[in-house]
C-alpha cells in the first residue's frame, strides 16, 4: 500500500532511484518509469507549475499503478502540506529543512488525531480500506517522509531533524546548499563533498539513510560509492536536453547505412 514496498528497501539500503516531475505531468510517465525499473518519483511543486487537479491525477494513477509518488510541496506551511496530502500521494520531501519547528509542522499534517492535526477528506479518501482508526493507521504508516537538507543550519541539525521514527530518509539539495555556501555549482568541489558528506553522517547518526540528486550517470557512480544509496534524477525535459544530441549525432553519423 502507497509507500511500504520503497520503505521496506531503503530501510534495507537497497539501491533506489527514482526522477522528479517538475516540467512536464504527463501521468504516462509514471507507467513509463516503473517499466524502466524506477522505484518511485517526485512531485516536484516547489519549483514546478503542475496545477492541483494534475496533482490529484497523478496521486490516483499511482496508486493505480502501484507505483510511489511523493509530493515535494513549496514549504512547510501546514494548510498545504494537509492539502497536498488529500491528492493522495505516497509521502512527502520537505525542502530546506532546519529547524525543529519545521518537523512539528509536518508531523501534524501528516496524522490524524492523536498523533497530528490532519482532517480527513479530500479525493484520495475513497483509497483508505476504512476511516476507522485502523484504516487512518494503515493510511499513516505506509506514508515515505523525507526531509530534504539544503542549507549550513541543516547540516548542523540533521542528526536532531532526522530521528523521529516516521521520517525514513535524509535527501540532499547539492544546488542549493552550493549556493548557500557560496560555490554555486560546483559539485565536485571539496568543501561542498564535505558538507555533503556531513549530512550523510548525521542521518547515519539517527539511523536513516541519506539520498542525494545526481544528474548523470558517473556522478550516480560516485555517491553510491560515498554512501548514497538513495538516488534521485531529473525531470524528462532535462533527460531529453542531456540525451538528444547524443541521438541526433548517431542519426547524422550513420550516413546512407542501410536500415537494420
Known amino acids: 500500500m502507497l509507500a511500504s514496498a520503497l520503505k521496506k528497501r ?69 494548510h498545504l502540506l494537509r492539502k497536498y496530502l488529500d491528492m493522495g500521494p505516497a509521502g ?5 529543512t532546519e529547524t525543529e519547528e519545521q518537523i512539528d509542522i509536518l508531523r501534524d499534517a501528516l496524522f490524524t488525531p492523536p498523533r497530528g492535526r490532519r482532517g480527513p477528506g479530500g479525493p484520495s479518501i475513497e483509497h483508505n480500506r476504512s476511516v476507522d482508526r485502523a484504516g487512518w493507521d494503515e493510511v499513516e504508516s505506509s506514508l515515505f517522509v523525507t526531509i530534504q537538507i539544503e542549507s549550513p543550519q541543516g547540516i548542523d541539525r540533521v542528526a536532531t531533524l ?9 535527501m540532499l539539495g547539492p544546488y542549493d546548499l552550493s549556493l548557500n555556501l557560496g560555490l554555486a555549482g560546483q559539485l565536485g568541489h571539496p568543501a561542498l563533498v564535505q558538507a555533503i558528506d556531513r549530512v550523510r553522517d548525521g542521518a ?57
Not at 12 to 38: C, H, V
Open 204 to 260: 547515519a547518526a539517527a539511523g536513516k539513510p541519506c539520498g542525494m540528486v545526481m544528474g548523470r550517470p558517473a556522478q550516480a557512480r560516485f555517491w553510491r560509492d560515498r554512501g548514497y544509496p538513495l538516488v534521485l534524477i531529473p525531470d524528462p525535459s532535462y533527460l531529453v536536453r542531456q540525451y538528444l544530441p547524443r541521438f541526433l549525432d548517431e542519426i547524422e553519423s550513420s550516413g546512407d547505412h542501410a536500415a537494420p
Open 92 to 96: 512527502l520531501m520537505l525542502p530546506w
Open 10 to 78: 531503503v530501510q534495507d539500503r537497497q539501491f533506489t532511484i527514482g526522477p522528479f516531475l517538475s516540467n512536464d505531468f504527463w501521468a504516462g510517465y509514471l507507467e513509463i518509469f516503473q517499466k524502466a525499473g524506477m522505484h518511485y518519483a517526485v512531485l516536484d511543486l516547489e519549483h514546478g507549475s503542475c496545477s492541483l487537479s494534475q496533482a490529484e491525477e497523478l496521486c490516483r494513477t499511482a496508486r493505480l499503478l502501484n507505483f510511489p509518488l511523493l509530493i515535494r510541496p513549496e514549504g512547510c506551511i501546514f
Open 162 to 170: 532526522a530521528r523521529e521514527p516516521w521520517i525514513d530518509a535524509v
